[in-house]
């Protein structure tokens, strides 16, 4: 395998989980939520991750598979590990406790009214909310530990491929950077070690990256491909509907959310189309 192919896939990893540190510093350094923009940005995302899902990674999967076992038996294989691919996921969510889902989405301004406007009984009450900000820390990397993968995996079979799916879960990782932040800014009144715990949450990415190249490594083959590839779809697909759309949709901007999605989808058909 090319050094400078595996370089660059680890650098993209690293680049979409890091972006945990984007999020945070939009909540420290500007006034105001821009909810379109992160509408918008997040509808985007999730129309690159939808479509190269079902029309590019998807098919490849099914191919490699239908190549070792035959049509039917690695067709039949490819829709097992895409829906396992999402039942891994679903898992992990169910794991994390939903007070300290680091999904659960926060605005700026939730900064700029500080501790005053915390319920008097909580206002005093540090220790719990440092530990709020230090838990989400700790499932945002539960979570990123696969969606590194999906992207290593991604960028070594596809360059062009890798870069659309790591700008895509980057987008996906801003406000999961910001509800790190929040809790931690809260409980000690320090940007800085907010800032810090938000973007060593996201180095999970890379660590995934890393973990799963080593293991699958000694077991590479044609199978071994299909069955990860089929699975990163799955993965993409419920990150996509369990956590970019709603979320884009609580930010109340449906027609900017939407038209995201459709912008995001035509960027990744001209991406294949072009560079393909």
Not at 44 to 73: C, D, H, N
Not at 202 to 219: C, M, N, R
Request: charged letters at 15%.
């Amino acid at each position: 395998m090319d050094t400078q192919q595996l370089l660059m896939a680890f650098g993209l990893t690293a680049f979409a989980g890091l972006a945990t540190g984007i999020g945070s510093a939009l909540a420290f350094w500007t006034r105001r939520t821009n909810t379109s923009f992160l509408a918008g940005a997040m509808g985007f995302s999730a129309g690159v991750m939808v479509y190269v899902s079902f029309v590019e990674i998807l098919v490849k999967a099914r191919e490699a598979l239908a190549q070792q076992w035959g049509e039917t038996p690695g067709a039949w294989a490819a829709v097992l590990a895409f829906f396992g691919g999402m039942g891994l996921i679903a898992i992990i969510d169910r794991m994390v406790p939903d007070y300290e889902n680091p999904h659960e989405l926060h605005s700026i301004e939730e900064l700029d009214a500080g501790l005053d406007n915390l319920p008097r009984n909580e206002a005093h009450d540090f220790g719990k909310l440092r530990r709020a900000g230090v838990f989400t820390a700790i499932a945002i990397a539960i979570h990123n530990f696969p969606e590194g993968l999906a992207t290593f995996t991604a960028a070594l079979t596809d360059p062009a491929m890798g870069i659309a799916i790591a700008v895509a879960i980057a987008i996906h990782n801003i406000p999961e950077g910001i509800a790190v932040s929040v809790p931690i800014f809260y409980a000690t009144g320090d940007r800085w070690k907010a800032f810090r715990y938000s973007f060593l949450s996201g180095l999970s990415e890379p660590v995934g990256a890393l973990v799963g190249y080593l293991v699958l490594l000694p077991f590479f083959s044609t199978t071994v491909f299909g069955v990860l590839f089929a699975g990163v779809a799955g993965i993409m697909v419920y990150i996509s509907f369990d956590q970019l759309l709603p979320g884009a949709e609580e930010y109340g901007k449906h027609h900017v959310c939407i038209f995201g999605l459709v912008a995001g989808m035509v960027v990744m058909a001209l991406s294949l189309l072009l560079l393909g």
